[in-house]
């Protein structure tokens, strides 16, 4: 599951990088960078360059971006462009464009020390009459004042004026988290063309706006914010002159209806990718399609809760090329109408409702590079035949169902190249499909759940340098992995020689299979690339490997369920991108190592259904991101310190069953708000009078959301359940009858509904 998100993510990012190309080309200025060559008298005018050497000074600038601020001749420093006529200071761009600060704001940096431009905004630059280009680029810095921002847009004459045609303003990575009437602001300049506010950590959009006055307003960006409790505004509806709008992965709800989307007939690029709408599907696209002259090229909508069907107008979309609805909850059929979206490019109608055959004319959009069909409930069996004519296809995800098959020849003649191949519970027969060999641009493989029993051929090992994803999840394969130094004979074909591992590999899934003998002592070695290890449910035997220590960058590792042995290795301090840790169910002794709570991230961790003993160490209090503390059926003793509810603040489950830990609950537990399960049972734990069992959960007075689990009802020691004033929804649990020892419980002040479960009779 994890494997796929991280798919998803690197799919919509790549599909949010195309509005961005397109806007960058759109800019027009009037400015040319004036070069050192070219120019024999300076240019720039002294005041001005007194104002920027003014901004400059209260920046700071940690890897000398702006080395080149030194001269008279301001108009050639980095960022600044000015006027070729009047030489008056026009554009500032100070954008970093190694990509760094943008790394670091994505979350993949892994070093704390920044290199992006921050500081302050001087006043100066207010005094820069001429500019009409201003981009902050990812300006991080803390104390970057907000005010400033804002006396820079309200006081901004130049801003304002109207001989300014197409204003650029760009403040994206700009925090203007307390911004309330930042529209109001930006409404009082209508020359703005594009408008970018990027993971600015807004938090509020209005529902109305009256008084729309942005009439030039083309290009409008408010991605990665963190609007709370806002819908989809309803004044989009007179942003009409639109050609981009990207408000991608922000918390919008609300139905997708509050747009008339019939009135942004200029629209190219749509991006409501990741938010919480709802609503009917149908609204949108009858509004866009009624458009006598539609526009739209790109429609992401991707990561919603979309219901409803597609209505057959989708076919007056004719200048679609890419349409991205997965992981919605869309149902009814594909419209044969389809067919006359002949410029489609990217089709993903992934994880939804879609039910019926897939229409043949899909397989005759010649255009389309990436067709993502997986998770439906179609009907019918397609074979090689039917892709025949997508030559272009690079993308490739489809699963079967009971209803829907997929039978590709082993003889397949693969009429395409593709980077990309993922099929689910697609019966593929025995072997790894033959015809994957030929495939030289293939980076991702999924192949899961799809009844394969050969062990690993060789010609996958041979494909080692090029595959940076590999899913054989839920499948029969056995065999072992292989170990440096060891020739391994695949009887079969004939391959001699040292099997290489994947050294490009960053996931590696080959998890609920029969893999078996050791964890290949070198992967870490070979697998330098590795972010994701998940060789869970196989029978790898053996120890940890040391290697494994090599790999930096790894963020999960799952080595559950497997016969490994040895003792927990204590080497997770260099590990510092780790998040998730399950070593649960294998016969591993020891104590907890010291060093398992060193990476900073660690929200995941399950050492259960172990021999693990000893007491539960200090060093466990720097596990203060832990959600999930699951270290049940082991051999652990000692007692429950007061540190552990001091420092583990964030847990939501606690599992510490079947051990041996002893001492009485420590109120100290109660400081842990979050907490949603607490399993402290079969232990020798002495609160109140009772023998060994934990039997009070009170969680009064929380925000729990969502369901009851129905985990909880597992807790058959408990007496006392306590769940009241809190903001659970849903029926209560079927069994809670079974909690047989339940004397007390409380669920008032939530938004339960339904009826008295039998079973509490
Ligand atoms: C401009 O060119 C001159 C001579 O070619 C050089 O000495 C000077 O450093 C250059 N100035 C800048 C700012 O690059
Ligand atoms: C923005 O600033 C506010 C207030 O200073 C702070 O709470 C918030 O965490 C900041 N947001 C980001 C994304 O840094
Ligand atoms: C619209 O723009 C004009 C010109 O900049 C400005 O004077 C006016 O206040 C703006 N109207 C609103 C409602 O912001
Ligand atoms: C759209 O603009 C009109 C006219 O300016 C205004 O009356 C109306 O309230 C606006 N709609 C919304 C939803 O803000
Ligand atoms: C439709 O739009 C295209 C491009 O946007 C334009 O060239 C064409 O003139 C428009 N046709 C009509 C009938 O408006
Ligand atoms: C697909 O295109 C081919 C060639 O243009 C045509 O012969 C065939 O009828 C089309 N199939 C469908 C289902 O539209
Ligand atoms: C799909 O193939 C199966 C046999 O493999 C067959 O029983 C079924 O009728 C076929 N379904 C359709 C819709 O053709
Ligand atoms: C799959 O297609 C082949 C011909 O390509 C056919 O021989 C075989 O019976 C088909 N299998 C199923 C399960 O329909
Ligand atoms: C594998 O696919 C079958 C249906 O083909 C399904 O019943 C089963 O749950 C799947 N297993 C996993 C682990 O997804
Ligand atoms: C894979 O890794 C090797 C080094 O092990 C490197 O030379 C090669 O360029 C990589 N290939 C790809 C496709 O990244
Ligand atoms: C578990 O490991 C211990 C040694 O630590 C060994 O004696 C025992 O046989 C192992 N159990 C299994 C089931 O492998
Ligand atoms: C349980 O705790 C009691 C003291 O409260 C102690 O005497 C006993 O040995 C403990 N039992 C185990 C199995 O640790």
Redesign the pocket.
Known sequence: MACRKVLVIVLIFFLQSLPLLVSVEAISTASLPLT??TEAKVRCIESERNGLLRVELSLTDPSDHLA?W??K?CC??KGVSCDVQTGNFIRLDLKDTSGNCYQKKMGYLISDISTCLGGKISPALLDLKHLEYLDLGEMTSKDLPLPLSWVLLKNYNILTSPIHLSLYLDLSYVNLSSATHWLQSFNKLPSLVTLSLQNCDLRYIPYSFPNWNMTSLSYLYLSRNNFVNSVLPKWLSNATTLETLDIAINNIEGPISNVEWGKLCDLQDLYLTQNKLNGDISRLVEGLSSCSNTTLEFLGLAGNRLTGQFPNSLGHLKNLRMISISFNQISGTIPTSIEQLSRLEILDFGQNQLKGALPETIFNLTELTQLFLATNNWEGNLSQNDFARLHQLKFLAISCGERFSVNLSSEWILPFSLTYFEIRKCALGSKLPTWLKTQKQLRIIILSNGSISDPIPPWLWTMCSQLQFLDLSDNEIGGNLPSEGVVVDLSSNSFHGLLPLWPNVTHLNLANNLFAGSIPINIGHVMTKLQVIDLSGNTFTGSIPFSITRVKQLMRLDLSDNHLSGKIPDWWADLQQLHVIDLSENNLSGGIPPSLCSPPSLFWLRLSRNNVFGELPKSLSNCKSLLTLDIGENKISGIIPEWFGESLLSLQKLSMTDNMIGGHIPPQLCQIFGLQILDLSHNNLTEGNKDDIVNLIDLSFNNLHDEIPNEITGLSALMTLNLSWNQLSGRIPEDIGSMKQLETLDLSSNHLFGSIPLSMT
Do not use: D, K, P
């Open positions: 050192n060559t080149s030194i001269g001749e050639i420093w």
